[in-house]
């Protein structure tokens, strides 16, 4: 094979994936995935079993808004060290370990918890949960950025992908095939075997305990620029009359929670909206959908072990070969490309749903519709991740990472706690007709960010996006 030719080209694109760091990601991404699918989507098929209604497991959805407020506390994430932990371990290790930890604890409570007797402490134990896992969302978000140059965002984005989705087959097929092996009477609901299940997934925690006992703390040196704005800032307060204690508390509220907003701004200008914009939907139509649809598999009579096999195994699969293929994408087309790709794919497949609702039981549907939906999730999300990734100021990555991560679920999940009351209102083809639409506008709104990034860049990269906009688009 010639060394130059295009195939050589692209197979030398996957040798990203042997970096070290690369490699390791996709154990914290395993860590990371397990919680967010425990308290969301295989929790609604636990509760829909139970024989809670459809429009209460719908507002259970808003406990995920945890991961939309996480802004609110990753300065401290960002900047606040944990006695002991902090020396021992570095920042983002020391509260990478603290979140896994209360993880565990609190699966192990919703594990104790039979929502049919109490409910309330089921949302209880599921906040907490939500509360840790978004926690530990905001460290391993700014350790992925701070361990690698930017080149090999794409590829990490993928490597962390790639555990997470495989998180999401042990804490959703296998959590469904571990409660359905106990469950001695399939017939009727039984707590044990969900309790059972829920034990099983707290102990698999241990993989992301270990893997941040072993992992390195990355250096991330702070720009000469971020440094200097900072002591101008300590200058002004102490003008404002600060001294001693209060200017150090002052000087370090500053840089923690003032900083990364303002820094945001200032580079980005006007454009800070539109980006702001983007991010807070690019995921809506998949958001809003995926909450009703272990509820649609259930009550389209799939069994727990059909749904294991098919939705949670076979589907996740697929999201991770896109999620790979994502990185690849990624790397050789760019990010703005992919990420419309993403969006434009993310956004049609769900029109698969409508299909399937009108077909009933059916195996060989749910495969394909599943197959096609997985697959364009994880080229939206490697992108995406990529995107977002290439948009913080090292010096603040947890905070503004986790501004941006947060503004992304907190319009779908909000848009989401509606939907079994939609779905009661006007069955399941009208609900994924109307996610279909939802990303509509996203595409506009990846085209126009596309356009400025082109226009601050050149006249070249402006055209980048013209290869995959669709015929017409001005």
Not at 264 to 275: D, E, K, P, S, T
Request: glycine share 10%; net charge positive; with cysteine.
């Amino acid at each position: 094979m010639n060394p130059s030719s295009p195939l050589s080209g692209w197979l030398d694109s996957f040798k990203v994936y042997a970096h070290p760091r690369v490699a390791g990601m996709f154990f914290l991404g395993f860590s990371a995935g397990l919680p967010l699918i425990l308290v969301l989507g295989t929790l609604s098929f636990w509760l829909r079993e139970a024989g809670i209604e459809r429009s209460t497991i719908g507002y259970f959805s808003w406990i995920g808004l945890a991961y939309g407020f996480k802004w609110m506390w990753s300065p401290l994430v960002d900047r606040l060290p944990l006695p002991l932990l902090s020396r021992r371990l570095g920042r983002r290790r020391a509260w990478l370990l603290l979140s896994q930890l209360a993880i565990a604890g609190a699966l192990f409570g919703m594990a104790q918890t039979d929502p049919a007797q109490a409910i309330e402490r089921m949302a209880w134990c599921a906040l907490a949960v939500a509360f840790a896992s978004a926690t530990q969302d905001i460290a391993l978000d700014a350790y992925r950025i701070e361990a690698v140059e930017q080149s090999l965002q794409g590829a990490m984005a993928a490597t962390y992908q790639g555990g997470y989705r495989i998180a999401m087959i042990v804490a959703s097929a296998g959590v469904l095939w571990l409660a359905a092996w106990a469950d001695t009477t399939e017939q009727l609901y039984e707590h044990g075997p969900w309790r059972f299940a829920y034990l099983v997934m707290a102990a698999m925690m241990a993989v992301g305990v270990v893997t941040t006992l072993l992992i390195r703390e990355p250096d991330a040196p702070v720009s000469a620029d971020t440094l200097q704005r900072e002591r101008r800032a300590r200058e002004w307060l102490m003008r404002g009359g600060l001294h001693g204690p209060l200017l150090q508390l002052a000087t370090w509220l500053h840089g923690a929670a003032v900083s990364p907003f303002v820094d945001f701004i200032r580079r980005y200008g006007w454009q800070a909206v539109l980006l702001l914009a983007l991010i807070g939907t690019y995921r809506i139509s998949d958001v809003v959908m995926g909450i009703m649809a272990n509820t649609f598999y259930v009550d389209m009579g799939y069994t727990k072990d059909e749904v294991a096999s098919v939705a949670k195994v076979y589907g996740v699969a697929m999201t991770i070969a896109g999620a790979f293929i994502g990185g690849v994408l990624t790397a050789r087309l760019g990010v703005m490309k992919t990420l419309f790709l993403g969006a434009l794919l993310s956004s049609a497949t769900n029109l698969l749903f409508v299909w399937l609702a009108g077909r009933g039981h059916d195996v060989n549907g749910l495969i394909f519709a599943v197959s096609a939906d997985n697959l364009s999730a994880g080229i939206a999300s490697s992108a995406f991740v990529a995107y977002l990734s290439g948009l913080t100021n090292v010096a603040y990555s947890a905070t503004q990472y986790a501004l941006f991560s947060s503004l992304m679920l907190l319009l779908p999940k909000f848009v989401a706690g509606f939907s079994g009351v939609y779905v009661d209102a006007h069955g399941y083809e009208a609900f994924f007709t109307g996610t279909a639409l939802l990303g509509v506008p996203v595409l506009a709104l990846v085209l126009l960010a596309a356009r400025a990034k082109g226009r601050e860049q050149g006249p070249g990269a402006g055209e980048s996006m013209r290869a995959v906009s669709p015929p017409g688009t001005p």
